[in-house]
């Protein structure tokens, strides 16, 4: 669904990616992991458009994303960013409805199939009974939700969210990223999304997206736990991470006399 062709990737001078190809299929989700700074989101603005690779090509649906309008763009990838969400005097209904403007005439005037889908968006992302609440007053796992109904109501196949789990307790970590899964399953989404949970990755996502700089490592979850990559990046005097339990556990350092 979305393929990345032999790209580099840049932060201004510094090299993130020096060369990488993949694939992220359709009905799949997939984690991004790596430290800070190895260009996680640099990837995924790239790989919505929103930033360039330095070298290569990224490909959606067989086009690469650069020839696309931006119309045509927006009916492809939908992108979820971490900030927190300021919208006054705006019911969550209205905030998921903005997600139709790409199908919508130039004033925004939406139809019956348009107020169908935003009300599909809402009860699939379980948020149908806050339609009518305020942005303002809900909480941060409950505007996560909505700007995945948002995403939903754009009716994209791929849907790239950077760090959407990152203001959220590890309950509400493990059911938004649940909802992700459920939505690559069934309802055939291609789903990427950076985390730093990396117990979450590993026992939802189908693939493992592992960006050890200047290389990027995609394979299926057991194979990259079975690869090492995993333990020789994330393994220090510190932390250890046990490929067998897929936990990490802090390192008890001998205290100094």
């Given amino acids: 669904m979305i393929e990345l062709r032999d790209i580099r990737l840049a932060f201004g001078r510094r090299e993130l990616i020096a060369s990488a190809s993949a ?7 997939t984690a991004l992991l790596g430290r800070n700074g190895t260009g996680k989101s640099t990837l995924l603005r790239a790989m919505a458009a929103l930033g360039a690779v330095s070298h290569g090509e990224i490909l ?20 979820v960013n971490t900030d927190r969400i300021h919208a006054e005097n ?46 303002d007053t809900m909480s941060d796992g409950e505007c996560q939700r909505v700007m995945i109904a948002r995403a939903l109501a754009q009716a994209t196949p791929v849907i790239l969210l950077d760090e959407p789990t990152a203001f959220l307790d590890m309950p509400n970590r493990y059911e938004l990223c649940t909802l992700l899964r459920r939505l690559a399953h069934e309802h055939g989404k291609c789903i990427v999304f950076s985390t730093h949970d990396l117990d979450i990755a590993l026992s939802l996502c189908d693939d493992i997206a592992l960006i050890d700089s200047p290389d990027l490592h995609v394979m299926p979850t057991a194979e990259m736990i079975r690869s090492g990559c995993i333990e020789r990046l994330f393994s220090s005097p510190y932390v250890r991470f046990d490929a067998a339990t897929q936990s990490i556990t802090l390192v008890e350092q001998p205290s100094e006399r």
Avoid: K, N
């Fill in 23 to 29: 694939r992220f299929r359709a009905g799949t989700i």
């Fill in 60 to 79: 959606v649906a067989g086009r690469p994303v650069g020839s696309l309008s931006a119309a045509t763009l927006a009916r492809s990838i939908a992108f």
């Fill in 90 to 135: 705006m019911s969550a209904r209205e905030l998921v409805a903005i997600g139709r403007s790409p199908y919508t005439d130039w004033i925004g005037r939406m139809g019956d199939d348009d107020r169908r889908i935003v009300d599909e968006a809402l009860q699939t992302a379980g948020i149908a009974d806050m339609a009518d609440r305020m942005i």
